[in-house]
Nanobody, 125 residues
Framework: QVQLVESGGGLVQAGGSLRLSCAAS????????MGWFRQAPGKEREFVGA????????FYGDSVKGRFTISRSDDKNTVSLQMNSLQPEDTAVYYC??????????????????WGQGTLVTVSS
């Protein structure tokens, strides 16, 4: 069974940092782009970032660029999201995703192949 499991969510004060991790199981995602979306209450799912496997290129949503960093380990089948300078508007459920398509188009699509169950990040002011 193909599965993505997120961890690392929680409560943090504004200006703080948090690191999310996503562990993939059931198959290798070494040829897949991996990344993150988020969804705040009452809002549409938003692209956060993605990372390629072959060249390590990264792509970020405009609202997180410069504050968030994606990394991956194909040996461990994991992808991480380092979030710095968090603000209350970053409060959302964060979803890990994997898809064979280029991370450059992830901001335009929502029908990715594999999704995690999500982890809640709450940033207090």
């Amino acid at each position: 069974q193909v599965q993505l499991v997120e961890s690392g969510g929680g409560l943090v004060q504004a200006g703080g940092s948090l690191r999310l991790s996503c562990a993939a199981s059931g198959r290798s995602f070494s040829f897949y782009s991996m990344g993150w979306f988020r969804q705040a209450p009452g809002k549409e799912r938003e692209f956060v970032g993605a990372i390629h496997s072959n060249d390590g290129n990264t792509f970020y949503g405009d609202s997180v660029k410069g504050r968030f960093t994606i990394s991956r380990s194909d040996d461990k089948n994991t992808v991480s999201l380092q979030m710095n300078s968090l603000q209350p508007e970053d409060t959302a459920v964060y979803y890990c995703a994997a898809d064979p398509r280029s991370g450059s188009i992830w901001r335009f699509i929502r029908n990715l192949e594999v999704w995690g169950q999500g982890t809640l990040v709450t940033v207090s002011s």
